[in-house]
């Protein structure tokens, strides 16, 4: 194989990262509490995210191959038995899955302000469909990546050209081979821009949890000190 290190690190990540995120499923489903439902609901879409996400490297097994502007993901995954385009949408899901693990991270911090300030439960079936809702554009893209990509014609000779004549039809290859098209650099550049919104929040909540935690914290000590100087007052009276 060309990648030998590539699959070892693959086999590595297979072997913890799925009987992790089956454990952690399984404690989240039998551990949640009634009063942390909705929190749960949260950690358990993260937990079936990052499962497909195993899931989906499994299945594509691929490396990042970059030639000037030709950009595409050598595969030698089981997907590559069934076709280029199918390997294209698992690893497009994967791509996307990222991106949505990160969206999910600042819903939670979002949740997590609204439980600071003590606001009303939100409700699990809203919660999932916001989710589910957040989710949407990703499918498009997908559609849109593997509609787009190049033929493997134009893919292989790339490959041979760097790794022997022959090389490239043992592997699934997907991907474009002038990133600097319209097309391509538009579908390229969604994984790009779009991360940017939901990473933008996720600071801008990290800072607002941090303001509020603080504000607790300062309410709490200036409640203990009023206290120490009421007692004060009451042993002097």
């Known amino acids: 194989m060309i990648f030998s290190i590539h699959n070892v690190l693959h086999g590595f990540i297979i072997s913890f990262g799925l009987p992790l995120n089956l454990i952690a499923i399984g404690v989240i489903l039998i551990k949640a509490s009634k009063a942390s439902k909705e929190y749960a609901l949260l950690l358990l879409n993260t937990a079936f995210i990052e499962l497909g996400s195993i899931v989906a490297h499994f299945l594509v097994n691929g490396r990042l191959f970059i030639d000037s502007t030709t950009v595409m993901c050598v595969s030698d995954g089981p997907c590559r038995l069934i076709s280029d385009s199918f390997c294209a949408v ?3 899901f994967m791509q996307v899955n990222m991106i949505h693990s990160t969206t999910i991270l600042g819903l939670s911090f979002w949740y997590r302000t609204r439980i600071l300030q003590k606001k009303a439960l939100f409700g699990r079936l809203r919660l ?8 949407t554009p990703h499918i498009f893209h997908i ?3 593997t509609i787009l990509i190049s033929g493997r014609e134009q893919l292989e000779p790339v490959i041979d050209k760097f790794y022997g004549t022959g090389q ?3 592997y699934g290859l997907y991907g474009f081979v002038d990133l600097l098209e319209p097309q391509a650099a538009l579908v390229m550049g969604y994984l790009i821009i779009f ?3 939901p990473n933008t929040y996720l600071m801008h909540s990290w800072r607002r949890v941090s303001n509020v935690n603080l504000f607790r914290e300062n309410m709490r000590n200036m409640s203990v000190k009023t206290r120490g100087i009421h007692e004060s007052f009451t042993k002097v009276s």
């Not at 999932?128 to 989710?135: E, N, P, V």
């Open 143 to 145: 559609a849109a990546f």
């Open 195 to 197: 991360p940017s919104t």
């Open 128 to 135: 999932q469909f916001i989710i589910l809702l957040l989710f």
């Open 168 to 170: 490239g039809s043992l």
């Open 90 to 92: 698992v690893a497009g």
